[in-house]
């Protein structure tokens, strides 16, 4: 007769005891590494954010400007040619004429002499105002209200990234120099507020850092990105189909499918070199031009999309091929017709991918020229803004975190923002992509 059980199967033993606590102690350790994971993505946001915000406000000062004709057209013949003469320095006593008045509108005194008053405004502001005379001579002879940007130092201090103990050593801006602020800011004629120019504008000298914008560089990376998509999606996507469907599997095709993986992992800085050495020093084209820089990423994006197409091929079942070709279609036939459109959703999502991996590269960029403050206006057609030299958006980022004036490393803040929005654009494209081609079998 056989012994009953002693145990019951629901009676935990001390074996499965130390088993679940080990299961127990490993999920322990998966909600760890998630949390720190999220823990330090939202201190990087609060980061990014807390310190890059303050880019897309900027201090402005309003005046009105009396356009003297003593100063701008002594003959008063409004010969635009003669207007023209009449440099930016020229237009410097209009600027101390009009803070001066406003200072006496509002009953504001101050000590300081008008060419302290007029430091307040940007060294943009004497161009800004040339600027419009000569689009505007009829204007000549009349006061004209104008908003001007206030300089680095003085928006600093709106937005406590300057104080009065810290101006002690400051050469740019003194204490008088603060309470005419207060007084201005008082009178509403100096307000901050939205910027608009750091999204649409271009960078700008040390001396004007207020005035620095993104624009410019945006349109560099955007130009850069076109020769990307062009070239790279096109020769990835044949390289691939060739190497997945067509290609003999010998020891040929091995090294090549060795080398692509190898060239994925390759720094990035040495498709620069790369791009220095045969693009400008030996084909000659423009050096610091978003075509070159194009084709130096579309070399260093071409192994990730070649390696996320064949991983999408693979995916689509032998089943697929084997009933095409059982119907009477060709190898082309099957793999066009039928193989291609499977794998579509994958191939999307990793030229997508590479895309956006190719739009925050710097050091390549920087080898062929494509640094900050090279452009100073926007490229007025197509063949420009692929030919003329521009920087890029992570070049760009870049010069300014390097450059000593804090009004500069904050807009380097708001141009990782910028940045980041056109990065999460990209792969919201790619998910969509994906979930509107994807067929499941």
Request: without cysteine; proline residues 4%; hydrophobic residues 50%.
């Given at each position: 007769?056989?012994?009953?059980?002693?145990?019951?199967?629901?009676?935990l033993?001390?074996?499965?005891?130390?088993?679940?606590?080990?299961?127990?102690?490993?999920?322990?350790?998966?909600?760890a590494?998630?949390?720190?994971?999220?823990?330090?993505?939202?201190?990087?946001?609060?980061?990014?954010?807390?310190?890059?915000?303050?880019?897309?406000?900027?201090?402005?000062?309003?005046?009105?400007?009396p356009?003297?004709?003593?100063?701008?057209?002594?003959?008063?013949?409004?010969?635009?040619?003669?207007?023209?003469k009449?440099?930016?320095?020229?237009?410097?006593?209009?600027?101390?004429?009009a803070?001066?008045?406003?200072?006496?509108?509002?009953?504001?005194?101050?000590?300081?002499?008008?060419?302290?008053?007029?430091?307040?405004?940007?060294?943009?502001?004497?161009?800004?105002?040339?600027?419009?005379?000569?689009?505007?001579?009829?204007?000549?002879?009349?006061?004209?209200?104008?908003?001007?940007?206030?300089?680095?130092?003085?928006?600093?201090?709106?937005?406590?990234?300057v104080?009065?103990?810290?101006?002690?050593?400051?050469?740019?801006?003194?204490?008088?120099?603060?309470?005419?602020?207060?007084?201005?800011?008082?009178?509403?004629?100096?307000?901050?507020?939205f910027?608009?120019?750091?999204?649409?504008?271009?960078?700008?000298?040390?001396?004007r850092?207020?005035?620095?914008?993104?624009?410019?560089?945006?349109?560099?990376?955007?130009?850069?990105?076109?020769?990307?998509?062009a070239?790279?999606?096109?020769?990835?996507?044949?390289?691939?189909?060739?190497?997945?469907?067509?290609?003999?599997?010998?020891?040929?095709?091995?090294?090549?499918?060795?080398?692509?993986?190898?060239?994925?992992?390759?720094?990035?800085?040495?498709?620069?070199?790369?791009?220095?050495?045969?693009?400008?020093?030996?084909?000659?084209?423009?050096?610091?031009?978003?075509?070159?820089?194009?084709?130096?990423?579309?070399?260093?994006?071409?192994?990730?999309?070649?390696?996320?197409?064949?991983?999408?091929?693979?995916?689509?079942?032998?089943?697929?091929?084997?009933?095409?070709?059982?119907?009477?279609?060709?190898?082309?036939?099957?793999?066009?017709?039928?193989?291609?459109?499977?794998?579509?959703?994958?191939?999307f999502?990793?030229?997508?991918?590479?895309?956006?991996?190719?739009?925050?590269?710097?050091?390549?960029?920087?080898?062929?020229?494509?640094?900050?403050?090279?452009?100073?206006?926007?490229?007025d057609?197509?063949?420009?803004?692929?030919?003329?030299?521009?920087?890029?958006?992570?070049?760009q980022?870049?010069?300014?975190?390097?450059?000593?004036?804090?009004?500069?490393?904050?807009?380097?803040?708001?141009?990782?923002?910028?940045?980041?929005?056109?990065?999460?654009?990209?792969?919201?494209?790619?998910?969509i992509?994906?979930?509107?081609?994807?067929?499941?079998w």
């Open positions: 007769m056989s012994n009953p059980l002693k145990t019951s199967l629901l009676t033993d001390a074996r499965t005891k130390k088993r679940n606590a080990a299961e127990t102690r490993f999920r322990a350790y998966g909600i590494a998630i949390g720190a994971g999220l823990a330090m993505l939202i201190l990087l946001l609060v980061t990014i954010f807390g310190k890059g915000l303050g880019a897309f406000q900027q201090t402005f000062v309003t005046l009105n400007v356009l003297l004709e003593e100063k701008l057209d002594k003959n008063g013949t409004r010969d635009l040619e003669k207007i023209k009449v440099s930016t320095f020229g237009y410097a006593p209009l600027l101390k004429k803070m001066e008045e406003t200072l006496t509108e509002y009953g504001i005194e101050t000590n300081l002499k008008s060419k302290k008053q007029a430091a307040l405004l940007s060294k943009s502001a004497a161009a800004q105002l040339r600027n419009y005379v000569l689009a505007n001579t009829d204007m000549i002879g009349e006061t004209v209200e104008f908003t001007f940007l206030a300089n680095a130092r003085v928006d600093g201090y709106l937005k406590d990234r104080t009065r103990e810290s101006i002690a050593n400051d050469k740019s801006i003194n204490v008088a120099q603060l309470d005419m602020v207060d007084a201005l800011l008082a009178a509403e004629v100096i307000e901050k507020r910027n608009l120019s750091f999204i649409t504008g271009a960078d700008a000298s040390d001396q850092p207020e005035a620095a914008g993104m624009g410019v560089s945006m349109l560099g990376s955007f130009f850069m990105m076109l020769v990307v998509l070239l790279a999606l096109p020769i990835g996507v044949a390289a691939s189909i060739y190497l997945e469907e067509f290609a003999p599997k010998n020891w040929i095709t091995d090294i090549i499918e060795v080398n692509i993986s190898n060239l994925a992992a390759v720094p990035s800085i040495v498709f620069g070199i790369l791009g220095l050495a045969v693009f400008i020093n030996s084909v000659h084209l423009p050096q610091s031009a978003p075509l070159v820089g194009g084709l130096v990423l579309t070399l260093m994006t071409l192994p990730t999309i070649i390696i996320s197409t064949r991983a999408s091929l693979k995916s689509v079942p032998p089943s697929i091929r084997d009933a095409a070709l059982g119907v009477g279609a060709s190898k082309m036939q099957s793999v066009f017709h039928h193989v291609l459109p499977l794998a579509a959703p994958g191939i999502t990793g030229t997508i991918i590479g895309l956006a991996q190719a739009l925050g590269e710097t050091a390549p960029l920087l080898l062929i020229g494509m640094i900050g403050f090279i452009a100073s206006n926007a490229p057609s197509v063949a420009s803004g692929f030919l003329d030299p521009n920087s890029a958006m992570p070049a980022i870049y010069e300014w975190a390097k450059r000593a004036d804090p009004a500069f490393y904050e807009r380097a803040w708001g141009g990782i923002i910028i940045l980041l929005v056109f990065l999460i654009t990209m792969n919201t494209i790619a998910v992509l994906r979930r509107r081609f994807e067929r499941r």
